[in-house]
């Protein structure tokens, strides 16, 4: 019995040893694996430079899964569009005033670059503050000695000009493996006293713009009531017309009745020259049968009117 417990322990233990041989190396491979790590995994709009020793290898890993030199170390550089954003840089003007310029860059890492740009320079942060920075600062003071007066800055076709010399400038960093896409500038803060000055030309060109669309008014106005002038006139002159055609009417017919009265007097005297007896009839047409009782005249003939005779007949 106890011979054969013995035997049992002793299986035991050599089957535990055997399994102690298997199971210890596979731990040390996987703990080796863990930590030399002979894999990396390059994430969405990244690229890997891998370097060993300090060494850097001038391929990039693009995107995805990679089994590399474990002894490698891997940079992950972020090739994602980017914005830098200046606010307030000093910019002069050929009329020794300095304007306040706040700037924006959209910008990236070149993929092709990004090894060459690593071992140049460092990461993207690196790349903006050595190359990208110090050059965008000094385009813009030079753009700004093209100006020629700091109430400039606020005419569009000069900041289009402005940001088309600075996005020129800034194609050189594409030597850096730095990619500019875009220029914008966001805002202009003129010295006040100039501030004051453009405050003042403006309130000025409004002033004029609204007396210009008063004299507007007024001239329209103006030509309104000349036209009811006009119009009025017109009707009076057409009114006094009908009334002289009317005068020039009853005139013409004035004149034809008095003309057509005085010749058929002219006709009607000729006649009566003509004619004397025409007169004795008219006046016999007229006597009513008295007898003139008497007339004066020293050779006159005295009349007796009949009449009284045949009233003193019994």
């Known amino acids: 019995m106890s011979q054969n417990t013995i035997n049992i322990d002793e299986a035991s233990l050599r089957k535990a040893k055997w399994i102690g041989k298997l199971v210890i190396p596979f731990f040390i ?4 694996f863990a930590a030399l790590t002979p894999f990396t995994t390059i994430p969405a ?3 890997g430079v891998a370097t060993l020793f300090g060494k850097v290898d001038p391929t990039e890993l693009p995107e995805g899964f990679h089994i590399i030199n474990p002894l490698k170390k891997i940079q992950k550089i972020d090739c994602r569009n980017k914005e830098l954003t200046i606010d307030g840089v000093g910019v002069p003007s050929q009329d020794q005033l300095t304007t306040a310029v706040d700037v924006t860059v959209k910008w990236r890492v070149d ?3 990004a090894a060459e740009a690593y071992q140049e320079t460092g990461s993207a942060e690196s790349l903006e503050d050595v190359h990208l920075k110090p050059l ?8 700004g000695k093209g100006i020629e007066n700091a109430e400039d800055f606020y005419q569009a076709n000069v900041q ?6 600075i996005l020129a400038g800034l194609d050189s960093l ?5 990619l500019v896409e875009e220029v ?12 004051q000055g453009v405050e003042e030309k403006k309130r000025q060109k409004q002033l004029a713009e609204r007396q210009i669309e008063e004299l507007k008014r007024f001239s329209t106005e103006q030509e309104q009531k000349q036209v009811e002038a006009k119009a009025e006139k017109m009707a009076a002159v057409e009114e006094a017309e009908k009334r002289v055609a009317l005068a020039d009417a ?3 017919e004035i004149t034809a009745q008095a003309k057509a009265q005085a010749e058929a007097i002219s006709i009607e005297g000729e006649a009566l020259r003509k004619n004397p007896e025409i007169l004795q009839l008219r006046a016999i047409e007229k006597w009513d049968g008295s007898v003139p009782r008497a007339t004066l005249g020293g050779n006159s003939i005295p009349l007796i009117n009949l009449n009284d005779f045949d009233n003193k007949k019994p």
């Open 29 to 32: 491979v996987v703990f080796l």
């Open 45 to 47: 709009g990244h690229v």
């Open 111 to 113: 993929r092709s670059q």
């Open 136 to 143: 965008l600062r000094s385009l813009l003071r030079e753009a």
């Open 160 to 165: 289009v000009s402005m940001q088309n010399k």
């Open 174 to 178: 594409s030597k850096k493996g730095i």
């Open 184 to 195: 914008l500038l966001r805002g202009f803060n003129l010295p006040r006293m100039i501030v």
């Open 250 to 252: 009853k005139a013409y």
